[in-house]
């Protein structure tokens, strides 16, 4: 964990509410693991006071890459960078996605924004054979930069199938079963629960779980997660954000 003061070298809008932020990071590019954040400080003044915390969403030689929507105050200051700006930027931190082990299919799960890990973790799973079930509200709201062999959900029915992404996933798991899958989620709270049922006793499965942070490394104690054996929290900040489906609580 290091900080580093960055420039920025692109904002590109993905769809209404959704940027990708390109910096460039040459230290932080070469020691990023997928699934990992960084805690970035959007203004050079006092408010917002505290950084905010994004997942990496891919690396290409000096460059760092960081996809968000617009949240609130501190999204939207992000989201009015120019080339040549420069960021001040902590990371990496947390424990990511882990990639190695005996599994031929791995399956991505995202809703909305939490996509956002998926194109880094893509590129770290060289060799795999990969899904990447996609969910969002509408097609408006879609994210597909980055991903591969995309089957997409959305509440709406807007595009691709009408309902939700798990729901997909399990209408199409029955595919799956001669097949040794690892599965892959991030997304909002409601649909990594549901994820975490679907899985129990019978998917190997790693939920990256979002929460708000303040200081990224642990000191604040401000992002806890229960243990499933009942023998009290992890921090995610710390401890994950990325944990297997079976050993948190997801309230």
Known sequence: ??????????????????FLLKVKAPQLATAIKPGQFCNIKVSDADYPLLRRPFSVCYTDGDTVYFM???????????????TGDQLDILGPLGNGFNTEGDFEVAVLIGGGIGVAPFPLLIKHLEGKEILTFVGARNSEQLIKWGMRNIL???DDGSEGFNGNVIAYFQSEANKLENKKIR??????????????????????????????????????????????????????CKDGPVFNSDQIVIE
Do not use: H
């Open 183 to 236: 599965i892959f989620g991030c997304g909002p709270n409601p649909m990594l629960k549901a994820l975490q049922k679907v899985a129990e006793k019978k998917y190997d499965c790693q939920l990256s779980i979002e929460s708000a942070m303040a200081c990224g490394f642990g000191i604040c104690q401000g992002c806890p997660v229960k243990k499933s054996d009942g023998m009290g929290y992890y921090l995610v």
């Open 1 to 18: 964990m290091f900080t580093v003061l960055s420039t920025v070298e692109s904002l590109e809008r993905l769809n209404k509410n959704t």
């Open 152 to 154: 997409v959900a959305t």
């Open 68 to 82: 968000f929507d617009i949240q609130g105050e501190g999204t939207r200051i992000l989201a009015e960078k120019k």
